[in-house]
DNA sequence: TCAAAAGTGTTGAGTTTACACCCATGC
DNA sequence: GCATGGGTGTAAACTCAACACTTTTGA
């Protein structure tokens, strides 16, 4: 059992966070080589003894500082032998989630050249991280409606109109506010609490927290989150 | 740019095919080394200059003379940094459907140790191929109800009563047949031919043919194709 | 003529859509 | 008191679930 191969492995980070009405995707400047001064996922190449996942979380935790909320496997992007100019890497692209609040810890934290950027203002990117950015995009449009990952964007207690908005703005659609309300209190994994949004103006809405206990109860009777627009 | 890793990249292919009412897995024998006389799945290392999708297609080429009719990547195996105990192996697991004409060609050629056993009565298995499978196995079941891929799991011409028995086998769940039939053909993506069917017993069924332009069009229309069960 | 499987319609329940006005707050 | 955004109900259309008898064929 002596096979030579000359293929490396690397993960890749699609970090997804939502703030002032707006999906952004987490990159940082490469420092040097080839591609200075583009702006690329947070990534880079899996240790001899390092599960995947392990990997990734080291390489968001070294290069932005952060820790996700959600995280799981994309795809893995092997099929383009040229992908990385410089030699043959197969790259496993993780997707992963942020709560407002922690978004805006890196935000502010430069330690390292971290960035968030709009989703529909992305830089030049290094390599395919354009290609892979967009399959993440869709992705997080199609869990969206049949599984409850918009609370990983938003902050613990929320008012109705952020995760309206939140939904908007990622499927790109309009929503009826009293049918999308209805719905979704409907599911029964929403909390009211007693306090109410601080507004610049209008009346302040009730904040809401999503209760995840009682969501994984739901869901082992067989209920199924899904919500669809007209 | 000179990283040093230590790490294999193999792919594997989970293969599905449905006969005599019941879905199977394609698996070969392992001839040598530590497994051998264990079942596992057809898989290899991939080429230093090999795209992943054409690596297993080589691996089912020569080791099962198979070429499938439906692959996508299912997931990449790699957090269990001794799923073979041997190296430090990633595997990129793809998940494919053969027609069952086909499916009847390998059962018979057994060039190579190649067989097809039903998903509830499987061999002990190599590495960690047993939890592959399962992953591989809950994908079709999710698939089913909102892709038409069913239908790569069908002769081209099928009678209606096969598509059902199909869909009720791999769901494990028991349907109504009107219901289904009047859901199915409201897609209008199916196409009644006008052949019958050959049987033992009972009234002969009309063969049916999935119409796949049909179905793209009207994709691209915005059709989707969903379909559940009480 | 009997056994086996194919083919077919209707009704009630539940869900989804469309739609507009009043309420609380800050300025 | 006015501008801003929050909160709420109902009726019509549609979709889904439940359910049983007739038809065709071969033995």
Redesign the interface.
């Known amino acids: 059992?002596n096979?030579q191969?000359?293929?490396?492995?690397a993960v890749d980070a699609i970090v997804f966070g939502y703030s002032r009405r707006q999906l952004h995707v987490l990159l940082i400047r490469q420092k040097f080589?080839l591609l200075k001064d583009r702006w690329a996922l947070v990534g880079g190449?899996?240790q001899?003894?390092?599960?995947?996942?392990?990997a990734v979380q080291r390489e968001l935790r070294e290069e932005a500082g952060i820790s996700v909320d959600y995280l799981e496997?994309l795809?893995?992007f092997?099929?383009?032998?040229h992908r990385d100019p410089?030699?043959?890497v197969?790259s496993?692209a993780y997707f992963a989630l942020v709560h407002t609040e922690k978004y805006q810890l890196i935000a502010d934290s430069d330690a390292e050249d971290a960035r968030w950027f709009p989703i529909d203002e992305l830089p030049p990117l290094a390599f395919d991280h354009a290609r892979i950015i967009q399959t993440a995009y869709r992705r997080l449009q199609g869990k969206l409606s049949y599984q409850p990952i918009g609370f990983d964007l938003l902050p613990e207690h929320f008012p109705f109109s952020d995760l309206e908005n939140l939904y908007c703005t990622i499927l790109n659609t309009e929503i009826d506010r009293r049918n999308f309300r209805k719905k979704m209190l409907s599911f029964g994994i929403l909390e009211e609490t007693e306090h109410s949004a601080i507004q610049k103006s209008g009346r302040p809405g009730k904040l809401f927290k999503f209760n995840s206990l009682k969501y994984n109860d739901l869901k082992e009777k067989g209920f199924v989150f899904e919500i669809k627009f007209a």
Chains 1, 2 share one sequence.
């Open positions: 059992m096979i191969q000359n293929i490396r492995v080589g190449f899996v001899d003894h390092e599960p995947l996942s392990e496997q795809y893995t092997g099929d383009d032998v410089r030699m043959r197969v496993v």
